[in-house]
Nanobody, 111 residues
Framework: QVQVVESGGGLVQAGGSLRLSCASSGSTFSTDAIGWYRQAPGKQRELVAV???????NYADSVKGRFTISRDNAKNTVYLQMNSLKPEDTAVYLCSHRIYWGQGTQVTVSS
């Protein structure tokens, strides 16, 4: 059973920054793409960013230029650096490794 654990969320003012972490126990971590998603109340879950095994990254249009996804395969961890945060970024942020999901970490951006 693979465990995925997110951390790093919190309350921040608009314009601030947070760095989220996603740690996975999966043995195939280094060869898998890992994705960050978010879900706001009353809205569908959406893909925020994904990073391939070679470090190639793709982002949702809404976060391009503000968020950066990276990975440390030695630590089985993927990071999401979020800068210039906006109130509309408020959501539960979840990480996905293959079919496995974490519980999520809450990000709240106040105006």
């Amino acid at each position: 059973q693979v465990q995925v654990v997110e951390s790093g969320g919190g309350l921040v003012q608009a314009g601030g920054s947070l760095r989220l972490s996603c740690a996975s126990s999966g043995s195939t971590f280094s060869t898998d793409a890992i994705g960050w998603y978010r879900q706001a109340p009353g809205k569908q879950r959406e893909l925020v960013a994904v990073i391939g095994s070679g470090g190639q990254a793709n982002y949702a249009d809404s976060v391009k230029g503000r968020f950066t996804i990276s990975r440390d395969n030695a630590k089985n961890t993927v990071y999401l650096q979020m800068n210039s945060l906006k109130p509309e970024d408020t959501a539960v942020y979840l990480c996905s490794h293959r079919i496995y999901w974490g519980q999520g970490t809450q990000v709240t951006v106040s105006s």
